[in-house]
Structures are given as C-alpha cells and as structure tokens.
C-alpha cells in the first residue's frame, strides 16, 4: 500500500509539473506546428531521468521508496518518454545495439501508429 501512494503521489506531482512546463512553453513560444511544449517536457524527463539514474549508478543514493516516487511516480506522470530513453541507453551501453535499435525505432514507429489508429476508431463511432 505505500508504495502506491509513493506511486500515485509522485504521478500527481510529475503531471502537474508537466502542466505547467508545456504551459510555460507555449506562453513564451507562442503558436507553432512543431509539438514543442511536449517535445521539451519529454527531453526535461529525459535529462532528470538521466540524472537521476546517473546519481543511482555511481553514489547509490535513494532507497527503494524513494525510486519509486521519483522514477515510477514523478517521471511516470511527468513523461514516460524519460523511461524509454533510459531502457534505450541502457541496451546501448550493455552493447545490445540491435535490439536498442529495434525498440527505439518499433517503439516510435507504432507508437505513431497506435495513436493514428485510436483517431481512426474513434472518428468512426456513431456520434
């Protein structure tokens, strides 16, 4: 039970983080095509995720609990993009190149793909 409400109250903070930093991005950029509030709230995850497991990694800082608050919790909520990118390095960096390069590029590919298909079912039910 307490690390679901580790979870949960992490996921409530990273989501209202990304709230306010893809509003605060648009209010300084103004209108644009490119998706660049999500863009730099998955690139900020990424970058805190990187430090964060970097921190992990080389000073063993943060217990169990404390993971899951700031890896499932706050950056689950905050962007999942942040967890793909780390899976990513991690395969790199074990020298898995393959198979970083077939889940970097099948991960975005259907995941456009999934969110193209969830358009089209909806668009077509009954109104």
Same mark, same amino acid.
Do not use: D
């Given at each position: 039970?307490? =690390?679901?409400?580790? /979870? &949960?109250?992490?996921? #409530?903070?990273?989501? /209202?983080?990304?709230? @306010?930093?893809? &509003? ?14 999500? #863009?730099? /709230? ?5 970058? +805190?995720? &990187? ?26 909520? #905050? ?7 780390? =899976?990513?390095?991690?395969? +790199?960096?074990?020298?898995?190149? @393959?198979? @970083? ?7 975005? +590919?259907?995941?456009?793909?999934? +969110?193209? /298909? &969830?358009?089209? @079912? ?6």
């Amino acid at each position: 039970m307490k =690390e679901l409400l580790l /979870v &949960g109250l992490g996921g #409530f903070a990273g989501s /209202v983080a990304r709230y @306010a930093l893809g &509003g605060w991005v648009l209010h300084f950029a103004g209108p644009t095509r490119f998706p660049l509030a999500t #863009f730099a /709230v998955n690139l900020a995850g990424c970058l +805190v995720m &990187g430090l964060l497991a970097g921190a992990v990694a080389r000073y063993g800082v943060f217990g169990p609990g404390t993971r899951l608050l700031l890896f499932t919790g706050v950056l689950g909520g #905050f962007t999942t993009f942040s967890a793909f990118g780390l =899976e990513a390095t991690q395969l +790199v960096r074990r020298g898995e190149f @393959a198979v @970083a390069a077939l889940y970097a590029g099948s991960s975005m +590919v259907l995941g456009i793909a999934a +969110v193209w /298909v &969830g358009i089209r @079912a909806v668009a077509m039910l009954p109104r």
